[in-house]
């Protein structure tokens, strides 16, 4: 494992790079960025999972302000490299291809997400995290992932955002529901004009992105639903 540490007193957070293999097997390895507040912990977390053609730096500019700086924030980064096709330069990261008008290829996606699992169980093992607040957090494709790791252990979790993303039906038979799900906050949002996933629940006035409007709405589940704790004045850059 590689890593390094980037600290600011004045924003008292450090973050920390490092880079771990999945398994000892494995030809591929998982780099993630690591957002963690200054103290000991155990901290709340939030696992953040990036969308296609983004990377672990993607979600991590919102880690100072959910939860107001407070929960460790995981950002792993998709194993899967896409390169430009003239220069060959990975230019984003995904979990698994995408094929408009094809579901994800069942193999392919059992092995992302059985490596995604494997990195959460090691991440939790190094880190400071508080195994009774883990909120699981996806854009686009990365809500894909966080769907999977919810519907398949929602005990592990203490809650579910998804963002601009969708559950493929293909997926469903797989996710039993159980009695563990009960009471467990979910948070799906959506945008009205976001023409590249026709998914609606929460609407927002915004494309396949991630709205002021929409920030403060996340902020606002994080605090009052996902960690439970009173939520201070929330002042969204921007805004």
């Known amino acids: ?29 998982l780099m993630a960025r690591i957002y963690q507040p200054q103290g000991d912990g155990p901290f709340p977390t939030i696992i953040a999972l990036h969308g296609w053609g983004a990377n672990a730096l993607d979600l991590l500019g919102l880690a100072p302000i959910l939860h107001g700086g407070r929960a460790l924030v995981l950002c792993p980064q998709g194993p899967l490299g896409l390169a430009d096709p003239q220069s060959r330069i990975v230019i984003g990261h995904g979990w698994f ?51 999977d790791l919810f519907l398949r252990d929602p005990a592990r979790f203490a809650g ?13 038979p797989a996710l039993a529901p159980s009695e563990a799900m009960k009471g467990r906050p979910v948070l799906l949002m959506h945008g009205t004009t976001d023409p590249l996933v026709p998914v609606m629940l929460r609407e927002f006035d915004m494309g396949h992105e991630i709205s002021p409007e929409a920030l403060r709405a996340l902020l606002e589940w994080f605090e009052d639903k996902a960690f439970g704790m009173i939520r201070p004045s929330l002042i969204i850059p921007g805004s």
Not at 112 to 124: C, M, Y
Not at 160 to 172: D, G, M, R
């Open 160 to 172: 579910l955002a998804v963002l601009s993303s969708w559950l493929p039906p293909e997926l469903v």
């Open 1 to 29: 494992m590689a890593a390094s540490s980037f600290y600011n007193p004045a924003a008292k957070f450090e973050i920390k790079v490092w880079d771990v293999p999945f398994r000892k097997t494995a030809k591929r390895e």
């Open 97 to 147: 291809q995408i094929a408009s008008g094809r579901p994800p290829d069942p193999l392919e996606f059992a092995q992302a997400s059985g490596e995604l699992r494997e990195w959460i169980d090691e991440a939790i093992a190094k880190y400071p995290v508080d195994r009774d607040h883990i909120v699981l957090l996806g854009f686009s494709q990365g809500g894909v992932m966080a769907y």
